[in-house]
């Protein structure tokens, strides 16, 4: 069986947890409130403690909940090591004085200010129609771009189109993992879809756990020199492979690598079954055919057979060979595809057609 241990450890994955807000206007950062958020971050903390990762805020930057949970996330200090929050600002279609109007203090208009000078983007919607669809769609944009909505919500209908209600049950539809913050307080009412996106973190911690498998640096060479001689053959500047051997090329070696490793060890475990089973067969034929007479060994056969068949098996489920092995191939193929489709002029920006690697069930 192929060791884990011969060589220096790659790169891990980097996380990146997008979190959409929606809420009402009329709330205040109280204590309560706070440490609600604070409660969901070091839940997120907890569960990426071998992971690299960072959060990315993504708000229209209203009064009152969207700016609370954004400055509590860009403030957030985590207990481990973490890139720095970023703030990603979706607004709607107006001109910014009329935007600005919203807002009821000068003071209000200035915090906003201040927090759209930190943003690390800032797209403004296209125009679809009224005032409340376009606010509407805007709470649409801010779902369908994170994977986790913080709802600060009093859980009453919405008075208006496009309120938080609206935006809460648009996230329910499209299977958008949410938390919903009551800010009158009560602990947190409610929750949807984040067993599901917690699992694929810890699964992503999980592959940032295991060691690098032996044969990776002789992969991540192959790769290279295959890419390089590919680029000599056909004309291309040598130069264009260069900037997939930091990060991609090694990511895939080791994705790679790990896939053949877990393959194997399931496919193994598979035969070992097989080959018990048989024998087991075996064994009680011969025992009927040729010891009819000690029947009482039968019983002993069937439970060693029995206790090796269980050892096998729950070994390979507690080690989770099966999933590993399909969730780093799935990884893997994604990764060998990144070089090819940016030589070719694919969108990889964020936005295109990159996506952050996922591990575990689809939403």
Not at 47 to 67: H, K, M, N, Q
């Amino acid at each position: 069986m192929k060791q884990m241990v011969t060589e220096p450890p790659q790169k891990p994955l980097l996380a990146e947890i997008r979190i959409g807000i929606t809420g009402h206007r009329n709330v205040s950062a109280s204590p309560e409130l706070l440490r609600e958020i604070h409660a969901i971050l070091a839940e997120i903390d907890g569960i990426l403690e071998d992971t690299p990762y960072r959060y990315r805020v993504i708000s229209p930057l209203a009064e009152g909940a969207d700016r609370i949970v954004a400055k509590a996330v860009l403030e957030w200090k985590a207990g481990n090591p973490v890139l720095s929050p970023a703030l990603d600002v979706l607004l709607p279609p107006f001109e910014k004085e009329d935007y600005l109007r919203d807002f009821g203090t000068q003071s209000s208009r200035d915090e906003f200010e201040g927090l759209l000078e930190k943003a690390a983007s800032t797209v403004v919607l296209p125009a679809h129609g009224t005032r409340e669809e376009e606010y509407e769609a805007v709470g649409h944009a801010v779902v369908d771009r994170c994977d986790l909505l913080i709802a600060v919500w009093d859980g009453k209908p919405a008075s208006g189109q496009g309120g938080t209600s609206d935006i809460v049950n648009y996230a329910r539809e499209t299977g958008r993992a949410y938390v919903h913050i009551n800010p009158a307080g009560g602990g947190v009412p409610g929750r949807s879809g984040t067993d599901v996106l917690f699992e694929s973190l810890h699964r992503l911690n999980i592959l940032n756990r295991e060691q690098t498998p032996a044969g990776t640096a002789g992969e991540i060479h192959w790769l290279s020199e295959t890419l390089r001689n590919g680029c000599k053959k056909y004309g291309l500047p040598v130069d264009l492979v260069a900037p997939f051997e930091e990060e991609i090329i090694p990511a895939f070696a080791r994705m790679d690598q790990l896939a053949i490793l877990y393959q194997k060890r399931h496919l193994n475990a598979g035969t070992v079954i097989a080959l018990l089973a048989t024998l087991a067969v075996a064994t009680v034929t011969v025992q009927v055919l040729f010891l009819p007479d000690h029947p009482e060994l039968l019983w002993l056969e069937f439970l060693e057979m029995a206790g090796i068949l269980g050892g096998i098996v729950f070994v390979s489920r507690r080690g989770e060979w099966h999933r590993k092995w399909i969730d780093y191939r799935i990884i893997a193929e994604q990764l060998r595809a990144y070089p090819f489709l940016a030589l070719a002029g694919m969108d990889l920006s964020e936005g295109g057609a990159k996506q952050t690697p996922r591990i575990g069930p689809e939403r």
